[in-house]
């Protein structure tokens, strides 16, 4: 098992940036994958961007060059850098992790409870 605690998120600007942490309870270096997602109000949870266990990161279009993934396997702990924030960024930001756990491919996944960005016009 694994608990994944969100941080940083809260009321910004337009423009402006922030920096979001997913702090995990077990070594990160044993996930295959980690990602943010997020979910506006009414909406579906939607994918932001991964980084794989090689550091690996890909990125939905709406926040490509504007968000950075990346993570920080000494402190178990993943980070989004969110700059030039747009109104529309505005959601519950949520950690997700997989972890293989046989050689046939299942996986267990892990999420965190979410931290709230607000971005003002």
């Known amino acids: 098992q694994a608990q994944l605690v969100e941080s940083g998120g809260g009321l910004v600007q337009a423009g402006g940036s922030l920096r979001l942490s997913c702090e995990s309870s077990?070594?990160?270096?044993?996930?295959?994958?980690m990602a943010w997602y997020r979910q506006a109000p009414g909406k579906q949870r939607d994918l932001v961007a991964t980084?794989?266990?090689?550091?690996?990161?890909n990125y939905a279009d709406s926040v490509k060059d504007r968000f950075t993934i990346s993570k920080d396997n000494a402190k178990n702990t993943m980070y989004l850098q969110m700059n030039s924030l747009k109104p529309e960024d505005t959601a519950v930001y949520y950690c997700?992790?997989?972890?293989?756990?046989?050689?046939?491919?299942?996986?267990?996944?892990?999420w965190g409870q979410g931290t709230q960005v607000t971005v003002s016009s």
């Open positions: 980084i794989r266990s090689g550091g690996v990161a």
């Open positions: 997700h992790a997989r972890a293989v756990v046989n050689v046939e491919g299942a996986s267990v996944d892990f």
């Open positions: 077990r070594s990160i270096g044993r996930f295959d994958t």
